[in-house]
């Protein structure tokens, strides 16, 4: 394991410092830590900036900067170390229903064998946008967006049931998008 403090820019407005992230670099896992076993340290400005950018991803450094009471170049460093760090992504999250494609489901993966390894060749797959590990009746589960049903049936039989190691899969259609938040804060 290896420690390092990404280096502290200029003092911003009141005395706080440009970044101030405390990033230990562990050997990579194929799977994400829990919270308890996070490898970054957050304060309480990182905390805030990553609250502002969770209400609105497109937020101008400068207004944030004004809520956190950092200048502008201090956020913009805060949150290049948050992206480096992995800790947050700015990307635009659609609807691919509105965006001309046809159908979004949910893929539920019951598992023989190491679902690690499964869970690896499932994101591999262009047509899946989102995979995890699960606990329960199923061992993964994973979102994809298919242009029809001849589509998703090509994906499940051609491509994920060929999978060595799945076992069974059970398949639930999108009807529509009801909810989508990202603003549950920061602990």
Known sequence: MVESRRPAGRKAAGGKEGVALKV????????????GASAVILDDVAKDIITQ???????SYSAIGRAVGLSEAAVRQR????????????????????LGFGLVAFVAV???????????????????????????????????????????????????RTIPGVAELET????????????????
């Open 24 to 35: 230990i670099r562990r050997p990579l896992a194929p799977d994400s830590q829990p919270a």
């Open 79 to 98: 949150v290049r170390g948050l992206v480096d760090a992995n800790v947050i992504q700015i990307v635009a999250v659609t609807d691919p229903l509105r």
């Open 110 to 160: 019951r598992v023989n064998g190491d679902i690690r390894q499964v869970a690896d060749a499932i994101a591999a797959i262009d047509e899946i946008d989102y995979v995890v590990l699960a606990a329960g009746r199923f061992d993964i589960i994973c979102e994809v967006v298919c242009e029809d049903n001849q589509h998703l049936l090509r994906l499940l039989n051609d491509q994920v």
């Open 172 to 187: 639930f259609i999108s009807l529509g998008l009801h909810k989508q938040t990202y603003t549950w804060g920061t602990r």
């Open 53 to 59: 950018l969770q209400e609105d991803g497109r937020r």
